[in-house]
């Protein structure tokens, strides 16, 4: 166990210093390098699922018995990852970082939405589309008020996701330096935003919770939901990188650009 972590450069903290009473060595060890994870750090924590990998493996290899990898797996699917038939551990959906929402005033109805589809995604497809819906609707109306700006009580969620973008100066309006100001990243961002609105048309058109429906949607899966999960978190997880980043465009006042003085040629 300690050569996993140690493979993929966790050190481990101090036995005195973990808040952690076990009778079991094994367990122990296991927690004095858990805790060292920063687990708001998606870097660290896809590191440290390199290490779950590798003791998935060890525990196959070693012939252990019984159903415990069936019950970590489910538990890894409750945290939105699976697990293949080789023990590849990979996201379903893509979390947003606990680090963007603990700097935020409130982030309950954020979290609220991300715990729904967390819940739902593996076996109640529209419940997923209706959570991913609210989420993005959840984040549109954060980002205003972190900064300060009013929004209309029932703003419809396309101009919800206009004015959070125009807020942070992620537009195709904003005059921002640097690479946010290419044409290549406000494609990027007007693709982004496309995809926040698809998601709130795909609830809209029965596919998701939030109405009632004379007849129960037909082909709905669990990859129509993933692709709404994820949908929704790319969307929300650049408003708050943005707005949590120290040197984002919208932190600082923007120039007009000034007018070139006339050429020989004109």
């Known amino acids: 166990m300690t050569e996993a972590w140690q493979d993929h ?8 210093e973990l808040n952690y009473d076990d009778t079991s060595v094994r367990r122990t060890t296991f927690e004095t390098y858990a805790a ?8 660290q924590v896809s590191r440290a699922l390199l290490v779950f990998e590798d003791l998935l493996r060890h525990c196959r290899q070693s012939g252990w018995e019984g159903n415990w ?48 589809a967390s819940r739902t995604i593996a076996d109640d497809p529209a419940a997923t589309i209706g ?19 009013a929004i209309e ?3 419809k969620v396309p101009a919800l996701v206009k004015q959070a973008q125009k807020a942070l100066h992620l537009d195709a309006s904003s005059v921002t330096p640097g690479p946010d100001s290419t044409d290549a990243v406000k494609k990027i961002l007007g693709g982004v935003a496309a995809i ?6 795909l ?15 037909t082909n709905l899966g669990i990859r129509h939901a993933q692709l709404a ?19 984002a465009p919208w932190r600082k006042s923007v120039v007009p650009a000034q007018p070139q003085p006339p050429t020989a040629a004109s």
């Open 9 to 16: 450069n966790f050190a481990p903290v101090p036995e005195d």
């Open 36 to 43: 060292a994870v920063d687990w708001t750090d998606y870097a």
């Open 69 to 116: 990898l069936e019950e970590v797996t489910v538990k890894l699917e409750r945290d939105g990852l699976s697990v293949d038939e080789r023990g590849r551990i990979s996201w379903l959906r893509r979390p947003v970082t606990t680090g963007h929402l603990e700097k935020l005033t409130d982030p309950s109805g954020i979290l609220a939405e991300l715990e729904r």
């Open 131 to 149: 959570s991913a819906k609210q989420l993005i609707e959840a984040t549109a109306k954060t980002v205003p008020r972190e900064k300060g700006v």
């Open 153 to 155: 009580e029932h703003t």
């Open 196 to 201: 926040a609105i698809g998601v709130a048309e």
């Open 203 to 217: 609830r809209n058109r029965g596919y998701g919770t939030g109405h009632g429906q004379a007849s129960a949607p």
């Open 229 to 247: 999960a994820n949908a929704a978190i790319t969307w929300c997880q650049l408003m708050l990188d943005t707005l949590g980043d120290p040197t």
